[in-house]
């Protein structure tokens, strides 16, 4: 449930930290761990990416800090972040780290966690609905599927990725989910296409997982980049690339042809 990690008890009148994933911005993927964590808070601070819209009435008693962590954005450095966590800490308050998602999966979340260590202050971690699993699932899209996939990989497109990177993703042949990867977009869809990917094989974006504005965009490998300068994909998105993609749901596909499109890759299994 929740990793609970002290080296050093903390000196007498030290508040602690909690790191809590907050999903993927819809309120009701919190975890109940999460829910508690806010309602006992004295300092949240909160990135951008979590689910902040109701963060005063799920943590009443807290003063909110806004550190509005997003792609290329950082208000507040990292270090500065980790300076207000520990300050507050030390001033004997309960802190919460709201982050998006899961605080293991890009989330710079260790590094926290080692900054409270360095400075013996008691740290748990609470896992949280990564966006890496639930934006894709809310276009329908499943990861894994018997037949289709039976591996994926999750990849951070903050930096471009090595041809060795490149080549192991497109020998693997599994389903590959790129989180900050509109910026990289170009050098990620080429790559693959010259380590041997085929050029249809079929591409998502979804830009703004569980809000109103969610919008799913299906492209191909060859033709992703035209598609998606076409449409004005921003971040955030997520970006899913494999066959698992033909199993997305749009307005204008009926659960006969899902069905259909599944069993299709059952019967070669
Ligand atoms: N720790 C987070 C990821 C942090 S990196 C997690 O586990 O989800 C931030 C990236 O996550 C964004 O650039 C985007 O790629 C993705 N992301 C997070 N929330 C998202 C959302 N609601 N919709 C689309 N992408 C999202």
Known sequence: MTAQSSPRPGSVGTGSVILVGGGPGAVELLTMAAVTALEQADVVLFDRLAPNDDLA???????????????????????????????????????????????????RGSEEVLACHRNGIPVTVISGVTSAIAVPAAAGIPLTHRGISHAFTVISGHAPLTDNELEGLTLLGSTIVVLMGVGTLPT???????????????????????????RTTVSTLSTVLADAAAAGVRSPA?????????????????????????AAFEETD
Not at 74 to 90: K, R
Not at 195 to 209: D, F, K, N, Q, Y
Request: charged share 20%; proline share 4%; aromatic share 4%.
């Open 57 to 107: 009435s799920l943590a009443p008693r807290a003063i909110l800090i806004d550190v509005g962590k997003r792609a290329g954005n950082h208000p507040v450095s990292q270090t500065g972040i980790e300076g207000l966590m520990v300050e507050h800490a030390l001033a004997g308050q309960r802190v919460v780290r709201l982050k998006g998602g899961d605080p293991y999966v890009f989330g």
């Open 188 to 214: 990620f869809s080429q790559g693959l296409l010259r380590h041997g990917m085929s050029a249809g094989m079929p591409v998502a974006i979804i830009e703004r997982g569980f809000s109103a504005t969610q």
């Open 238 to 262: 997520v970006l899913v690339v494999g066959e698992v993609v033909r199993l997305a749901f749009s307005g204008d596909t009926s659960a006969e042809e899902l069905v259909a499109r599944a």
